[in-house]
């Protein structure tokens, strides 16, 4: 029990070093950019939220039409203002997902999901609620929340790379 809540503190601390350091400077942009210019070319990339009403092992057709009756209603409350955080967290059957609001917590290049869900996030516009799509796993909603185009990765992700870095040195030099 002891060596668990010494481990925790520790935890703990490491977090509070690392959430303490400063967001990076111009300069400090200015210099990552010119260190890494050859290594900072991205894909295309949608950023993604989805609420999944699942197939189960042996759904007959009269269970996936209740299903899709189901995914159908909670889109139209979506269509009619409904929060997608509050409905993904209330009936989306994807636990990842699900606690963070349907949001899938990474970018997505194509070829990283199933053809049906990468052909509706790619070719939907930004914040629309999209059609009800069908995969093996079974129907979602999408709305894409952020679509990168390819080319030099945008400046809140090259600042997220260096405050990682500083993070993680931050740590290293406390412990």
Do not use: W
């Amino acid at each position: 029990r002891k060596e668990f809540i010494d481990s925790a503190r520790r935890g703990k601390l490491a977090e509070q070093v690392a959430n303490a350091v400063a967001d990076p400077t111009d300069t400090e942009i200015a210099d990552f950019m010119e260190t890494y210019k050859n290594n900072l070319q991205m894909p295309e990339c949608v950023r993604v939220r989805h609420i999944l009403v699942a197939f189960a092992k042996g759904d007959d057709d009269a269970k996936k039409g209740e299903k899709k009756k189901k995914i159908d209603g909670i889109r139209l409350k979506l269509v009619d203002g409904g929060s997608f955080a509050e409905l993904a967290r209330q009936y989306s059957d994807d636990p990842q997902s699900k606690k963070n609001g349907g949001d899938l917590g990474r970018l997505l290049r194509r070829g990283n999901a199933v053809p049906a869900f990468e052909e509706a996030a790619f070719s939907q516009e930004v914040d629309a609620i999209g059609s009800v799509v069908e995969t093996q796993f079974g129907y979602h909603i999408l709305q894409v929340t952020r679509h990168i185009k390819a080319g030099e990765a945008p400046r809140d992700i090259i600042v997220d790379l260096i405050k990682g870095e500083k993070k993680t040195a931050a740590v290293q030099a406390f412990v």
